[in-house]
């Protein structure tokens, strides 16, 4: 009897710490004035949290960082730009259809163009602004910062595509598990490379008339992707690598059958002009929405290096280079680890993922790395959010493993 009373006792009293917890951040919020960044650096904000606990502090901090979010944003409705130091994302924006209650998808439509004057990459931006036409959602046409052959992928350019995907959640009422990439010429050059290497941030998909350079798939096994050409845009080969690389799209989907969704359309007769043949791409885009912790996840860098994807990220110190690659996938509450060019990884969990009131096991190569229970905190919790500036990428626990060699 004494030990169940001790028992209940042990119990009860962490339940009284955990929501403790809870509201001492809610007083935090209502009393200090400061960011949620600022979180991390409050004592409660380390203890271990339940389930139940973790989901209330979710949403305190969802609804801090779209308060936060709209404030930061508060004049780009009017000024229509984007502000990142000493760049700047002019963006034409256009409503289409009524509010869904799951909110508005977001269409973000890169115009052609390139190394070229500025009047004539203006022009391409107004003929994209009228390009396509939704049945719903929000559709921006952004006007590159730069007028050069890679203004679509330059660095920098993912920090300005994810400040305006903030901006259109808070302040547009967009779901960010509806936002869709797609771009024409120069444009679809763009997307080609920031596809894949947003691939986490995308529901879908659609290159038209673009060169792929240098540019791999094998990221975008998670995100649907189109590939639309005309059957006689010889210029700089592109319709032959269109081929060839919805060849690629097949070989992969072959291998893998549960990811890389793809169509590949080659529109007979046609030139770098298909004459709207390619507006079928809207529909395609909008039947899918965003996975945000897929089972697994392909991840190989790209030029431009990042420094998360899905739920992987990379610890600061942790050196990344272009090509660097890492395969992991999760059953249940086991991480299975097939390939990591990498030391050290951290892995970011949470409820929807797996049972975290359970030991989490991590394997590389099929031998066990690590076995253990993660603690749900406050401090992940805002740390991710900061990081990710995503609300489907704040996570509640994290777990750093080292590789072994």
């Known amino acids: 009897m ?3 009373v001790l ?3 042990i119990i009860l009293s962490l339940q009284q710490v955990q929501a403790q917890t809870v509201d001492a951040m809610q007083q ?3 009393t200090s004035g400061k960011s949620y960044r600022e979180l991390p650096y409050q004592p409660f904000a380390h203890k271990a949290l339940t389930r139940k606990e973790s989901e209330k502090a979710v949403e305190l901090l969802k609804n801090k960082w779209l308060k936060d979010a709209q404030a930061r944003y508060s004049d780009v409705s009017e000024s229509k730009v984007i502000t990142l130091d000493d760049l700047k994302l002019k963006i034409a924006t256009r409503i289409y259809g009524q509010k869904p209650t799951d909110g508005y998808s977001l269409y973000i439509s890169m115009h052609g163009g390139g190394s070229a004057p500025a009047r004539v990459n203006d022009q391409q931006w107004a003929n994209q602004i009228r390009l396509y036409t939704p049945k719903e959602g929000v559709y921006v046409a952004p006007r590159a910062p730069w007028n050069d052959w890679n203004m ?5 350019l ?4 994810e400040m305006l995907i903030e901006y259109a959640v808070s302040t547009l009422g967009v779901n960010p598990d509806k936002v869709y990439l797609l771009g024409y010429s120069a444009g679809g050059d763009g997307v080609w490379r920031m596809a894949p290497r947003m691939a986490d941030r995308w529901a879908a998909a659609s290159m038209m008339a673009g060169h792929p350079g240098e540019a791999s ?3 975008l096994r998670n995100t649907p992707f189109m590939i639309w050409m005309g059957e006689n845009d010889h210029a700089f080969n592109r319709n032959k690598l269109a081929v060839h690389h919805g060849k690629i799209m097949d070989s992969l989907q072959t291998a893998d059958n549960a990811g890389y969704i793809h169509e590949t359309h080659i529109i007979e007769g046609k030139g770098h002009w298909m004459e709207r043949a390619d507006t079928a791409a809207i529909a395609w885009m909008a039947q899918h929405r965003r996975e945000p912790y897929p089972d697994k996840i392909v991840w190989r860098q790209e030029e431009v290096t ?5 739920w992987l990220s990379l610890p600061e110190n942790q050196a990344r280079k272009h090509k660097m690659m890492v395969v992991a996938e999760y059953d249940g509450n086991t991480i299975n680890i097939e390939h990591s060019d990498y030391q050290n990884l951290t892995f970011h969990l949470n409820d ?3 049972n975290l009131d359970k030991p989490v096991t991590v394997r590389y190569n099929g031998k066990k790395i690590f076995k253990g229970r993660v603690a749900r905190t406050v401090a992940t919790l805002s740390e991710t959010l900061a990081q990710r500036g995503d609300l489907r990428y704040m996570f509640p626990t994290k777990l750093d493993v080292e590789v072994p060699k």
Do not use: A, G, H, T
């Open 7 to 9: 028992i209940s006792f």
């Open 2 to 4: 004494r030990i169940l």
């Open 306 to 310: 990042r420094n998360s994807f899905y």
């Open 152 to 156: 679509w992928f330059k660095p920098r």
């Open 28 to 30: 935090w919020f209502d």
């Open 217 to 219: 798939q094998v990221n």
């Open 158 to 161: 993912d920090e300005l595509f």
């Open 352 to 354: 929807e993922m797996m």
